[in-house]
T-cell receptor, first 111, second 111 residues
């Protein structure tokens, strides 16, 4: 059965700090790994990673995948209070629609 | 272009009542899913569909039914509501690239 484990489960930092969020996975027939940000409502898509070692970047957020060690990290530099959210990692399984999600990392950024 | 819409946004049911959560998309994608999200449990897949007329069970299907008569609509039925079904429900549409788009969610309380 596909498995996604995220760590830490929660994190409190101060504005300006840099954070690293971890996601490890076990999946048959790996296709991609996806990161989402969830504030008060529905998750919104951040990144999709398919290749090892290639960093995806969007502003202060970046993510990289290691297919050999089966993990991904999401980095946020110069954190702001607006970065406070749950960050979800997911991998598609063998069945077409099945995304397996981790339990999420709750990030709180204090002023 | 509304993307993924869900109705209602909030619902309170008494134990034993039935109801249907509606989900509609205008993205013309084949793959649709229903998730529930509970504190500390992450997103769990209830049912999914790979196209009109085809549905399958996810991780937590008991107490729920789905049907998919059109590409656009994927309703989720609660047959006899139980307090354990109190949750936030998200409908999602998956693009061929595996990027998944979520509806705004339905917050359901069963008393």
């Amino acid at each position: 059965e596909d498995k996604v484990v995220q760590s830490p489960l929660s994190l409190v930092v101060h504005e300006g700090d840099t954070v690293t969020l971890n996601c490890s996975y076990e999946v048959t027939n790996f296709r991609s790994l996806l990161w989402y940000k969830q504030e008060k409502k529905a998750p919104t898509f951040l990144f999709m990673l398919t290749s090892s070692g290639i960093e995806k970047k969007s502003g202060r957020l970046s993510s990289i995948l290691d297919k050999k060690e089966l993990f991904s990290i999401l980095n946020i530099t110069a954190t702001q209070t607006g970065d406070s959210a749950i960050y979800l990692c997911a991998v598609p399984g063998r069945a077409n629609s099945k995304l397996t999600f981790g339990k999420g990392i709750t990030l709180s950024v204090r002023p | 272009n509304a993307g993924v819409t869900q109705t209602p946004k909030f619902q309170v049911l008494k134990t034993g009542q039935s109801m249907t959560l509606q989900c509609a998309q205008d993205m013309n994608h084949e793959y649709m899913s229903w998730y529930r999200q509970d504190p500390g449990m992450g997103l769990r897949l209830i049912h999914y569909s790979v196209g009109a007329g085809i549905t399958d069970q996810g991780e937590v299907p008991n107490g729920y039914n789905v049907s998919r008569s059109t590409t656009e609509d994927f309703p989720l039925r609660l047959l006899s509501a139980a307090p354990s079904q109190t949750s936030v429900y998200f409908c999602a549409v998956r693009a061929p690239s595996y990027e998944q788009y979520f509806g705004p969610g339905t917050r359901l309380t069963v008393t």
